[in-house]
């Protein structure tokens, strides 16, 4: 079977999977009607206006489900609810499985034509349009696929691991309700997950980039009876539009420089020398990456927009794991691989990539350093080691960035499902002050945990040291590197194994602080979670040993990843040739050892400080108050950011307009209605007293000159005749006297 | 039957409204089926348009011209060309909606109430297909009357005020249009000799710059307070609000397009001078853009929701009045592509709204929190109206702004990087309502309740959300059938504008170049 032309099908089978659990799925998950949340103290009450003409029988409402996070307690399985565990991550491997088959007859074929393109419609086919140079170009989009190395390693890594956490969310998942919900939106996520990173062009990527957008949303609004989790939801999607804001002006630029939006056609545009390296000046290709790296940045939680990472921590822990740690957040760094050709042409864009990456990990490092809640520390921790990504990209060691992203996704993924272990175990708690000493009574979820804690922090032989090392020797090397942002990233990586060994510390060694009543319920999870758990655990141990450092000379095998990647970042190699003329691996070596003592002291000084002497951080907090409160409340970055722009632009710019609205441009619309009314006041006065008044003057004083003849004019016939009488008489004697 | 298909379709809904009348006003059962059969074949009559109509003719087609007042030179002449397929296809479709979703929802003066229906699909129908402007402008207040009493008679508690305004306003409006139709068709006879309203025959005008100016702003003020453009927009939240549903959802999705349909078929092709003349483009876009921003920020503090939608249908039209004078083939497509996303789009939401005011009589979004608990079935329909409203790609609303935003970034970048902003806040007024409205607990014991929706309310948005589904994801049929008229437009305006060289070809060369395979169907 010829799998490469059917990576079109690898997206549409989860899709279908969603489609079948959001279309039928309450049939076979039903759910009791005490999943109503009421808030306490409301009673159902039929309308006034209707009289509960509409009501049917009241939908009996039950308390709330209490503490959130995670249910423990719920109703019993169907086995229909069973079938949902088949069909969701069954879809999920089908795509595992045809990708697997894809990537290999990939890698079947020469290394020069292994980039596939699946054309199967032009789905936006608009118009002709004037390029910046005057050119006619036509606006078009293709509903396409590309499977070239890089997206292998994408959809590898979102099918592979996607899996392995649809199962694991068969048994976290199991008593909660919405059930088919959830699962419907997690396959749904793996949809537009797999179009983003098989799209062939930029347009059909922004499809997936805002649907994954879309899932995130929904799933960290799952539990939306919870206000926090609805307001975290709407958060991470209106800060994700705001980086996509910026890819989207960055799409329509490189439109109008370019003319097209295929990755192939603007790589080869871009590659024929056509355009120069900006290095003089910040040109329109400057423009164009820094536009769409200002969508990497929310999309991958950079500073700026990196601040809705931590709140989607709200959202059920798989996802946590699937689409805020392995999948979705990386979609920026994979974006950023994918215009190579372009950020290598510009070296100001590059930079600031490299710097943003390096701040934001050093940031976020910091701000873990003191949190409480176990998800919370992890959550800024891929914040942190998203910023290493970007660092890698920024100083051109594209594929590093990649491998960092692979590594990450097992060590990132583990962690997270290991913390919903412990979570699951503690009965939904999440601080870990109310921890400790769990070793002993979940010891898989333990061992799982420290496997992925020490790959984190950067112990050699575990996955996370080989692709970090290499970002800091890249960083260090680099033409476009300095020893600034290596030295960044040392401090982020001695802050990683502290941090990490920190939360190590206080949920499984040292005293237990677990309440009595949680203690008698603790429990290891079941096989559904814990297979999972090993099968990543096993991941993060081996995955490096792909990319091991050329220093150590092991073979090619052992360097597999980045000639893989080679082929797509073509003119990488220009940079590799020119570190290796420079710098003696014996400034290598130093460094390399240099950060696995680093490694090793922060793990030491994170045990020392949690485990032997507990009651140090106390003090030390008590002692540096104030930078404490500024780390723990996350340098107060939220509060400005809802000052300025919740609150102050939007807000009240909002209430402002709305004024403004009605009291200026609406009264003025009224105002003109009561002019009009006035003048028609005015005219009716004017009408009834002086145009209507002369003409009743006119009669008046016609009446009134009348009224001497009025004596006479009596209308009386007798008096009439009589006068004519009188008349005739007067007439009769005037002739008679004469 | 081809050559009368187009007065067929006009005059169904009044072959409607008159077998109406003679029913009797007791059996409100009766007149309830008779008017849904009206609208049901209204649409599906209108259907053989779309199967007939040919994209790739350029001019209009199913042509129809009969003289009908000959000493002033009025004719009876109706055709159409893609852009207004799309439209009546749309007023078709929203019409029968209407008057289906009305089912419950109308209880007093039945008959009255479909009659006014009816009467408002053949003005709508007329405005979209008249090729003389004396039967455009008849159509065009024809429309204004049923609306009147739609607002006025069915209409909330301050209807009165807001019947008057929409109707002085949009009257005032008119009177303006009239006298620049009247300019043209005197204009005429001075200068061929004699009269007539034909807009073929005044597209041949030669008119000096500034009379074109004086008849271009005297258009305009007839059509932007149609759309309505800022700061002409104030009738349209009063209207909304006080409307009954079913007019709300024929306001916003129909009667709004009459004004940049206008624009598109009168303004630009017979004052392409004055169209192009800079200042004024600049100022309209200018509008345009307050129009997308002010829009959703008045929208995003609003208490009322169907006060909200009105605002965003504000911010929504900005995006389609800035495609129109981006002046370039993909601004306009697009323009005409959103009005009818926006139908759609914001049609669903007014159904939504009617859905919840049926059963709790209020529009306060403070008396809502939690519905998705108990009403899973309508939390996701609004969801989906949302999203398609909020323009998440593969539904409608995606396809046409970002075509109306390359259009805008193609005029001048500014324009788009002013505009972007819009969708930002597009997506946070609409999920703020979401979240207050679905998500949460319920705080109101009075929506404890409320039933979910029946079946006949699901149905009603059936067909809506097929065709957003549709557009986002197959847009191409649309595209096809605007290219014709929207490249004859700007050939009209901008008639320079295809001179300009073809692109030397390096996608191609690209592609044969990169070892791509390229496989599948076109």
Request: aromatic share 14%; charged share 10%.
């Amino acid at each position: 079977m010829n799998f490469l032309d059917q990576i079109w099908l690898i997206p549409l089978f989860p899709l279908f999977g969603a489609a079948l659990m959001l279309l039928l799925g309450k049939k076979l998950d039903p759910q009791p009607a005490s999943e109503v949340a009421i808030a306490p103290g409301v009673e159902p009450v039929a309308d006034e206006h209707h009289g509960g003409a509409h009501a049917s029988h009241a939908q009996a409402g039950h308390a709330d489900h209490g503490h959130g996070g995670h249910d423990a307690h719920g109703h019993a399985h169907s086995p229909l609810k069973k079938l949902i565990n088949f069909i969701c991550p069954g879809f999920v491997l089908l795509s595992f499985l045809f990708s697997a088959g894809a990537v290999w007859q990939l890698s079947r074929l020469p290394v020069e034509s292994r980039v596939h393109q699946v054309v199967q419609f032009t789905w936006v086919a608009g118009l002709p349009f004037h390029m910046a140079n005057g050119a006619m170009a036509t606006f078009s989009a293709d509903w396409g696929f590309l499977l070239d190395p890089l997206s292998s390693v994408m959809i590898l890594v979102v099918t592979g691991i996607g899996f392995l956490i649809h199962v694991y969310s068969t048994g976290y998942m199991a008593h909660d309700n919405g059930y088919y919900r959830f699962f419907g939106y997690l396959n749904l996520f793996v949809f537009f997950m797999l179009m983003l990173v098989l799209a062939n062009n930029y347009m059909l990527l922004f499809v997936g980039w805002e649907g994954v957008g879309l899932c995130s949303y929904l799933l960290i609004g799952f539990y939306f009876h919870k206000k926090s989790a609805g307001d975290a939801g709407k958060k991470a999607f209106i800060v994700n539009r705001v980086g996509d804001a910026g890819f989207i002006l960055g799409m329509l630029l490189m439109m109008s420089v370019l003319g097209t939006l295929r990755f192939t056609d603007v790589n080869a545009i871009l590659h024929s020398g056509q355009f120069p390296v900006e290095v003089a000046g910040f040109g329109v290709l400057s423009a164009i990456s820094l536009l769409m790296f200002f969508g990497a940045t929310g999309k991958s939680a950079q500073v700026p927009l990196y601040i809705w990472l931590p709140d989607a921590m709200e959202g059920p822990t798989p996802v946590s794991a699937l689409i805020h740690a392995a999948t979705m957040v990386t979609a920026g760094v994979y974006m950023v691989a994918r215009s190579a050709a372009l950020f290598q042409l510009t070296p100001h864009t590059s930079a600031v990539v490299a710097t943003v990456g390096a701040f934001t990990a050093i940031l976020a490092a910091t701000i873990a350093l003191v949190q409480n809640d176990i998800k919370r520390v992890l959550a800024y921790s891929t914040v942190s080691q998203l910023g290493y990504m970007f660092l890698a990209a920024g100083v051109g060691a594209y594929w590093v960035a990649v491998f960092h992203l692979f590594t990450h996704a097992f060590f990132k993924a583990l962690l997270f499902l290991c913390s919903g272990s412990v979570i699951h175990a503690m009965g939904g708690e999440q601080d870990m002050r109310r921890m400790g000493a769990l070793k002993k009574k979940i010891p898989i979820t333990h061992w799982t945990m420290f496997v992925g804690s020490v790959a984190i922090a950067g112990i050699p032989g575990l996955a996370g040291f080989f692709s970090k090392d290499e970002i800091l020797w890249q960083a260090y090397s680099s033409p476009l590197g300095s020893k600034l942002l290596w030295f960044v990233g040392l401090a982020t990586a001695a802050m990683t194994a502290f941090y990490m060994w920190r939360l190590m510390n206080m949920t499984f060694y040292g005293k237990s602080r677990v309440a009595a009543e949680t203690e008698k319920h603790v429990h290891e999870s079941p096989a559904a979670m814990t297979v999972p758990l090993t099968l990543l655990a096993i991941g993060s141990a081996l995955a490096g040993w792909l990319g091991t450092p050329k220093l150590w000379n092991l073979g090619e095998s052992f360097r597999a990843f980045e000639i893989w990647l080679e082929p797509v970042f073509a003119s990488a190699a220009v940079g590799a040739a020119h570190e290796g003329a420079e710098h003696s691996t014996g400034v290598e070596w130093g460094l390399m050892c240099l950060s696995v003592a680093i490694a090793i002291a922060g793990i030491a000084l994170a045990r020392y400080l949690y485990c032997i002497r507990a009651e140090i951080p106390d003090r030390i907090e008590a002692r540096f108050k104030p930078l404490h409160t500024l780390l723990y409340n996350k340098w107060y970055v939220d509060e400005l950011y809802d000052f300025l722009f919740v609150n102050g632009l939007c807000k009240g710019g909002g209430l402002l307009l709305g004024s403004f609205d009605r009291n200026v441009v609406d009264g003025g619309v009224n105002g003109a209605g009561w002019l009009t009314r006035f003048a028609s006041k005015v005219s009716i006065w004017w009408d009834t007293w002086v145009v209507d008044g002369t003409v009743r003057f006119t009669a008046f004083s016609v009446k009134l000159l009348s009224y001497p003849v009025c004596i006479l004019q009596t209308g009386r016939v007798q008096a009439y005749a009589f006068f004519v009488v009188v008349g005739v008489l007067a007439f009769l004697g005037y002739y008679v006297a004469r | 039957m081809d050559q009368h298909l187009l007065s067929i379709v006009l005059f169904t809904p009044l072959a409607g409204l008159l077998v109406l009348l003679f029913l009797p006003s007791k059996s409100t059962g009766l007149i309830r089926i008779w008017a849904n059969v009206a609208g049901l074949t209204g649409f599906l009559i209108s259907l053989p348009l779309v199967m007939r109509f040919r994209a790739e003719l350029p001019g209009y087609q199913f042509e129809e011209k009969v003289s009908w007042i000959p000493s002033l030179g009025v004719n009876y002449h109706v055709g159409m060309d893609g852009i207004s397929l799309l439209l009546v296809m749309l007023s078709t479709l929203m019409g029968f909606l209407a008057i289906l979703c009305s089912w419950s929802a109308i209880q007093d003066r039945v008959k009255e109430y479909y009659a006014m229906f009816l009467l408002l699909q053949v003005g709508m129908i007329g405005v979209f297909i008249s090729l003389d402007f004396f039967l455009f402008y008849v159509f065009w207040e024809l429309v204004l009357v049923p609306m009147y009493f739609i607002i006025g008679v069915w209409g909330g508690p301050r209807k009165l005020y807001a019947a008057i305004k929409f109707f002085l306003y949009t009257l005032a409006g008119s009177v303006l249009m009239l006298l620049g139709i009247l300019t043209l068709y005197f204009a005429h006879f001075q200068q061929f000799g004699f009269y007539t309203f034909e807009i073929s025959e005044l597209m041949r005008l030669n008119l000096p710059l500034a009379t074109q100016q004086w008849v271009f702003w005297a258009f305009f003020i007839g059509f932007a307070i149609k759309v309505p453009m800022f700061p002409f927009h104030t009738w349209l939240p009063d209207a909304h609000v006080e409307a009954p549903t079913a007019g709300s959802v024929i306001l916003a999705a129909v009667l709004l397009k009459m004004g940049t349909y206008g624009f598109l078929r009168f303004s630009l092709p017979l004052l392409p001078t004055a169209s192009m003349d800079r200042t004024i483009v600049q100022i309209l876009a200018a509008l345009s853009i307050i129009g997308i921003l002010y829009g959703a920020l008045v929208s995003l503090m609003q208490q009322d929701w169907k006060k909200l939608i009105a605002y965003s249908s504000v911010s929504h039209l900005g995006f389609c009045t800035l495609g129109i004078f981006a002046m370039n083939p993909n601004g306009i497509a697009g323009s005409v592509l959103q009005q009818v996303n926006h139908g759609i789009s914001t049609g669903m939401l007014f159904l939504v709204i009617g859905v919840i005011y049926e059963r709790r009589h209020t529009r306060e979004i403070a008396e809502y929190g939690g519905l998705a608990h108990v009403m899973p079935k309508f939390a996701i329909i609004f969801a989906f109206a949302m999203l398609s409203s909020a323009g998440l790609p593969l539904l409608n609303g995606f396809v046409g702004e970002f075509t109306i935003m390359q259009g805008a970034f193609e005029a001048n970048w500014i324009w788009a990087a002013c505009a972007v902003p819009g969708v930002i806040l597009g997506a946070a007024y609409l999920l703020w309502l979401y979240q207050r409205t679905m998500l949460g607990q319920v705080t109101n014991g009075k929506n404890l309740v409320i039933p979910d929706m029946n079946l006949r309310e699901i149905a009603v948005f059936v067909p809506l959300i097929a065709a957003s589904i549709w557009i986002g994801v197959y847009p191409k049929p649309f595209f096809d059938i605007l290219r014709q008229p929207v490249n004859q437009i700007v050939q009209r305006v901008r008639p320079e504008y295809f001179a300009a060289r073809a692109q030397a070809p390096p996608p191609e060369a690209a592609v044969e170049h990169a070892p791509a395979h390229t496989g599948g169907a076109e």
